[in-house]
């Protein structure tokens, strides 16, 4: 549906660098990464805002890539709505349609497929000022589907809602692709908004896609430090792997040894996610992997859940929630004990990394 080859973008000092994507038509796929990465310049480009200095887009086997904006089938929600506030909300929905010079039926038609679809029927002779910004969100979607484009494009859509708003917004993004089974390429730098939307995600960074994958593969099975970090492991080692005598595969650092599953040799970077590593203030069955005992140098309460940091001697971060952490009475300098399975252990190598064992 979307194939981008090789594009390069520049815009001042900013540069997006050899990007290469593939997007299936009716796909649900989310563009995460952190701010100043290059998201929204992406996103700007395949909508044909952004000068292209090499590359290129096609979309539906069409070589789009020095096509004018109005010729490309594709709409663009931005954050802020970009709703024209002198206009009535029906007005700004069929504003585009009205640039079209399309029918009065055709309006009409437009107008209640859009006020059913979307539930804001009631909303039509209102302002946008006079909306809340789960409102105003809606009807910057009924606007940019008016057209009915081959992709819908949103940038940043749930930044600016509250926690409530935002989770029904979801919902509602959610029906819609279901419905209408459209292309969309959703840009957010929001971890649990990627994971709840996106069939695959592509991480951007400084310019550069990092990885795509499904929603698993991206958070579990980061495949750069870049990655590993920006999706909040925490847990980053450094070391050998080596298997040994007895047949088992071990990451050997500069002071632990652990047990991992990996077909993966040589010098090497391991990450676990904190929630996989699991905390006991009593002792571990003898013989079971991956067991460490240390020190609580640092709690950190985050509300439902609380991360710990156990020195093992380098410090390990585990996440548990609050409950688990009153009942087992943690406090700063006491003594606690970790396990995580070899599984949890993701083996992977970066080129841009000098490992020291």
Known sequence: MIKIEHLYVELGDFELNDVNLDIDEGEYFVVLGPTGAGKTVLLESIAGLNYIKSGVIWVKDSDITSMKPEKRGISIVYQDHSLFPHLTVKDNILFGLRLRKKSASELLAAQEWLGDLLNISHLFKRKPLTLSGGERQKVALARALSTRPDVLLLDEPLSALDPDTRESIQQELRKLHRVLNNTVVHVTHDFEEAMALGSRIAVIGEGQVKQVGEPEEIFRRPQSLFLANFTMTRNIFYGEVIRDTAG??????????????????????????????????????????????????????????????????????????????????????????????????????????????
């Open 248 to 357: 088992k595969t071990v990451l050997k650092t500069k002071n632990n040894e652990l047990n991992v599953e990996t077909d993966i040799e040589g010098q090497c970077c391991a990450s676990i996610r904190p929630e996989d590593v699991l905390l006991s203030t009593q002792p571990y069955t003898a013989g079971t992997p991956n067991v460490f005992s240390g020190t609580v140098t640092e709690i950190i309460d985050k509300g439902f859940l609380v991360n710990v940091n156990i020195a093992i001697p380098r410090n390990i971060t585990c996440l548990i929630t609050r409950n688990q952490f009153l009942e087992m009475r943690l406090k700063k300098d006491s003594t606690a004990y970790v396990m995580f399975r070899p599984s949890s252990v993701h083996i992977f190598k970066d080129k841009n990394v000098s490992l020291d064992s």
